[in-house]
């Protein structure tokens, strides 16, 4: 047989993206036996995913950890768990990703220690910590510190990186989450594009880099992008990107080299439009998500993470991450994607859109820079509103159908689904168990650091050097370094710059945010405002009073937010206080806000021990009367027991009506006070 040529017109293949799957549960050393199973199975790189205490800097048995360890990363508290995490994975040979933000610091001082353990050359290393700070106030919540010393923080590392480990990508600026929580592609290029600006000026500001050298701070700087399934506007979107990246790297700071100004990015598609209604249309969402990063050439993404098909539902199993890893393979080595040039070149239609996307984002970067950048417009409250309102949009789109997602508000009619028969087996659970086991480890870490064979110094001394530096103007990577080795865990590092930082609670967005969903005579909302004032009225009440919490570390606020707008459109006062509080906090508010009902939203698993709590701490304060709503990714199994449990409805993905929701709120105001039911439709 001859050899077979390649047919005309194509030329050699491209080299594929990174393939990685974001992973990590339960334990460091369950999460390290994963990573080595998908390294076998062809992954070219590692994704690595923290515990909720992790990223917010908590060990695991603080009390806001409570329900959290393990459940949607893997807990990493000291040395010791990042020996466990990367055990028999050479890192000199690895390219690591890691999504960690406020504690970024922390977490890669860690990975060099162990990569210096392993007799690794630490300037070989290579990898991203994600390290966007500004998506954490906007839209997923890990923050810890306030703007101005989370940015010094970055700052400091970026200096570090690109003296000491030259190939690492010291941030991840993230516009994936910006999506996440509503922004539309003009939003997530500006946001993400302002950020960017705001650390770089305040790395080159900071005087740790010489201006000979800043080309390579600009070369490391990495983005972190969405797509979404409307791929064309996608793919149009990532090209805007890089002539956006090209033209600012270009004209604000002087970069001359075009290989220091090219925009480079890696991606997970989008989590946002998966679906708990007929999860398997969820694949082949993920397959055209992927093709608007990947089919163009000229803007392809340098590494590609796929969610599996039921992350809607929950944590996903093994095998639905390798069913995701092989959609890329099969893309990529069966396809002939990678042996042409850019197929979209030419194209008047793609070039118009693209045009567009940039003038529209200009204009949006230029708005935020007259504010005095991302970081004054984060504090100003204009960024979380704007994304409020942008989802409160999309989804008054989805509710009056104008939106079409198949099989939630069209094509609703289906086959039994032998993919989700026994939901149980369905979806990964993590055993409750570990918490214990993982805090009974952290206990004996504590009193053993000390102690052969690890004998690392007492970590006062440490803790000691890192406040002074953070005191005054020190870079803190070296001080950092100083408290891994040390055996400092990552509450004792994150509490000490607590000490001298303090800590920061974002805008929540909500009382800024428009009315999205009109109220015209007869429509679904006037008719539940009317169910809302009856209400009020019957109880002799103004208003009714309605909390919606957040308890625990998910920072996914999203739905609580839509919840809170809605709600408050509908006629209710809202109570909302943000991410991050304690059960009793919560209940607290509850009491002293004299409310009627209080609405729970939690996306990270932790409700079958938060829910229960604060249900218990209304029992013994008497408050029976103020019925309690859960929503989230609530298995089918764990809502049967919340509801057993005294929960009046729980709520999931699928329950995209959120003006039913709020008329169903009233509905259990009403039957938890005894009152009649209203015939008023809703």
């Not at 989370?150 to 010291?170: C, E, F, G, Q």
């Not at 050298?213 to 972190?224: E, L, N, P």
């Not at 937010?561 to 509080?581: M, P, S, T």
């Amino acid at each position: 047989m001859t050899e077979r040529q390649p047919a005309e017109g194509k030329r050699e293949k491209d080299r594929p993206w990174l393939m990685r799957t974001y992973a990590g549960h339960s334990t460091a050393e369950a999460s390290n036996e994963l990573y080595r199973r998908n390294l076998a199975k062809g992954q070219t790189g590692l994704s690595v995913a923290f515990d909720l205490p992790t990223q917010t800097g908590y060990d695991s048995d603080h009390i806001l950890a409570r329900g959290e360890v393990g459940r949607v990363g893997v807990p990493v508290a000291h040395l010791g768990d990042m020996r466990r995490l990367f055990q028999d994975i050479p890192l000199e040979q690895m390219n690591t990703s890691m999504t960690i933000n406020a504690t970024a610091m922390w977490l890669l001082a860690l990975y060099q220690v162990v990569a210096e353990e392993q007799g690794a050359d630490i300037t070989k290393l290579q990898g991203t910590t994600q390290n966007d700070i500004v998506k954490e106030y906007l839209s997923r919540g890990t923050h810890v510190f306030p703007p101005g010393p989370s940015l010094r923080l970055t700052t400091d590392m970026i200096a570090y990186t690109v003296s000491h480990i030259p190939k690492w990508n010291p941030i991840n600026i993230c516009s994936y989450h910006l999506q996440e929580a509503g922004a539309t592609p003009v939003q997530e290029i500006a946001y993400a594009m302002s950020t960017a600006i705001a650390v770089l000026d305040a790395v080159r500001d900071s005087g740790q880099v010489p201006q000979e050298k800043f080309g390579d701070v600009v070369a490391r700087i990495s983005f972190f992008v969405n797509a979404g399934v409307r791929f064309i506007e996608e793919m149009c979107k990532m090209r805007a990107f890089g002539r956006i990246w090209d033209q600012v790297t270009r004209e604000r700071y002087g970069i001359e080299n075009p290989k220091q100004r090219r925009f480079r990015y890696g991606v997970q598609v989008n989590s946002l439009g998966l679906t708990e209604a007929q999860p398997e249309n969820n694949v082949q969402r993920i397959v055209l998500e992927m093709l608007a990063v990947t089919l163009s050439k000229d803007a392809r993404a340098r590494a590609v993470q796929l969610p599996a098909w039921n992350e809607a539902l929950g944590l996903p199993r093994p095998w639905d991450q390798q069913w995701s890893l092989r959609i890329q393979q099969v893309l990529a080595h069966e396809s002939d994607l990678l042996e042409y040039e850019d197929i979209f070149e030419g194209s008047h239609v793609i070039e118009a859109k693209v045009e567009k996307l940039v003038e529209e984002s200009l204009a949006e970067i230029e708005r935020i820079q007259e504010m005095g950048g991302a970081m004054a417009a984060v504090e100003s409250g204009y960024l979380k509103s704007q994304l409020v309102s942008s989802h409160a949009e999309r989804r008054a789109r989805i509710e009056s159908g104008q939106e079409k997602i198949i099989g939630v508000n069209i094509f609703e009619t289906t086959e039994p689904n032998p993919l989700t028969a026994d939901l149980d087996t369905a979806i990964q659970t993590v055993d409750p168990a570990v918490e214990a086991r993982v805090i009974a480890g952290l206990e004996h870490w504590r009193d053993t650091r000390y102690q052969p064979p690890f004998n690392h110094p007492r970590p006062c001394k440490a803790l000691d050097r890192l406040k002074e530096a953070a005191k005054g103007t020190d870079n803190l990577m070296e001080a950092t370094l100083e408290c891994a080795r040390a055996g400092v865990t990552t509450g004792e590092w994150a509490g000490a710059l607590r000490e001298v930082f303090g800590e920061f609670r974002a805008p929540t967005g909500v009382s800024s945010a428009p009315v999205a969903v009109p109220a015209e005579e007869g429509s679904a909302l006037s008719l539940v405002r009317r169910k809302v004032q009856l209400t009020a009225d019957d109880l002799g009440v103004g208003k009714l009073r309605f909390l919606v919490g957040k308890p625990g570390l998910d920072g996914h606020s999203n739905g609580a937010e839509q919840i809170a707008v809605r709600a408050r459109d509908a006629g209710f006062e809202v109570v909302y206080q943000g991410i991050r509080l304690t059960p009793e906090q919560i209940v607290d508010a509850a009491l002293a806000e004299d409310v009627h009902a209080v609405g729970l939203s939690i996306l990270s698993g932790s409700h079958a021990q938060l829910v229960p709590d604060v249900l218990e701490r209304l029992r013994v304060a008497g408050a029976t009367d103020i019925p309690v709503i859960a929503g989230g990714i609530i298995p089918n199994g764990d809502a049967d027991q919340l509801r057993a449990a005294g929960v009046a409805a729980v709520f999931t993905p699928k329950d995209f009506d959120i003006t039913g929701i709020i008329g169903r709120i009233a509905d259990e105001i009403r039957k938890a006070n005894k009152l009649d039911p209203l015939e008023v439709p809703a």
